[in-house]
């Protein structure tokens, strides 16, 4: 019998006598939410590491945001088999930018949660997490209260190998798989359905005095590239993203050179300021409040003078 087969008040008071009891006996509840449009070719194999994994999650949603192909097919057979997986239907703007639509994809399925979780896991639809990946997430926040964020690395294959994604500092988890203690993301105000939502949650998580780990023994593979299916205009929503943190003209030149080396492409650098100074002429909110701008722009300059110094 499955648990679509019970009424929803008894599952949820199913649900909530097993966060407790998993209290009593030491063990972290954790949920799963992960957007997906048109990952037929992947999501498979997603969801195939997660039904594999030595710690299982508690709920694993599945938001289908307007997908095309069969998604929902394939997102069907996992939820028949296991009870903890759900899918979610959206139908959200076509145009895929990054930031907005997965953030919002991923609110439509944190919304049907209706039992407490420690654990928050936002995911992507093309990763293969090795088989005690969320185990020892798991125990980054049980022995340290302190720790409000946790991920390993992204990996990706090149010539027949799977080599480091190397986008970012090893400081920084990637957007792809973040992992939020319940008390860190209610305090930092979720995620924000905005370019840059997983840089200002880390920087917001460092704001309130919340650790942040990364763990380099935990290689996901990450099955497509970066980015691969942004539409032209988000080209510009770097620079935009730097201006909505709050970084300030001199941080994001900064910022906008490293990261298009790092990409391998030096003229992207121009479309990230052009980015920032489109945001910055007409007035775009930022995604900090002023003190917290403040905190930003004066934690990203030490960070540069430890790198230098």
């Not at 996992?78 to 895929?96: L, R």
């Not at 209260?145 to 027949?160: D, L, P, R």
Request: charged share 25%; hydrophobic share 45%; aromatic share 14%.
């Amino acid at each position: 019998m499955f648990e679509k087969d019970f009424p929803r008040e008894i599952l949820f008071l199913w649900h909530q006598n097993l966060y407790f009891y998993l209290l009593r006996i030491g063990i972290m509840k954790y949920v799963i939410i992960i957007p997906a449009h048109n990952e037929e070719t992947f999501i498979g194999l997603t969801l195939q590491s997660l039904v594999e994994q030595t710690l299982l999650p508690s709920k694993l949603i599945v938001v289908n945001d307007n997908s095309t192909d069969n998604t929902s097919s394939i997102i069907r057979q996992y939820a028949e088999k296991h009870p903890f997986i759900e899918m979610v239907s959206t139908t959200a703007d076509a145009i895929h930018l990054p930031g907005s639509k997965v953030i919002q994809a991923f609110q439509k399925g944190l919304e049907t949660l209706d039992f407490p979780y420690d654990i928050i896991v936002k995911a992507d639809a093309d990763l293969i997490f090795p088989a005690t990946y969320f185990e020892t997430i798991i125990k980054h926040f049980t022995t340290d209260a302190s720790v409000g964020m946790a991920g390993g690395f992204a990996y990706i294959e090149k010539n027949g190998e799977w080599i480091l994604e190397n986008l970012t500092d090893k400081d920084h988890i990637r957007g792809a798989f973040k992992a939020y203690r319940a008390a860190t993301f209610e305090q930092i105000g979720g995620l924000k359905a905005a370019m840059g939502w997983d840089t200002v949650d880390e920087l917001l998580c460092k704001f309130y005095n919340w650790k942040v780990v990364t763990n380099e023994t935990l290689h996901v593979k990450h099955l497509k590239p970066t980015g691969a299916n942004y539409n032209q205009v988000s080209r510009y929503k770097q620079g935009e993203a730097f201006y909505g943190l709050g970084y300030g003209f001199l941080i994001t030149a900064i910022a906008s050179i490293k990261l298009a080396m790092r990409k391998g492409k030096p003229f992207l650098f121009l479309d990230y300021i052009k980015g920032f100074w489109m945001a910055k002429t007409s007035h775009k909110p930022l995604l900090v409040t002023a003190e917290q701008a403040r905190f930003i722009r004066r934690y990203r300059w030490k960070k540069m003078k430890e790198k230098l110094f």
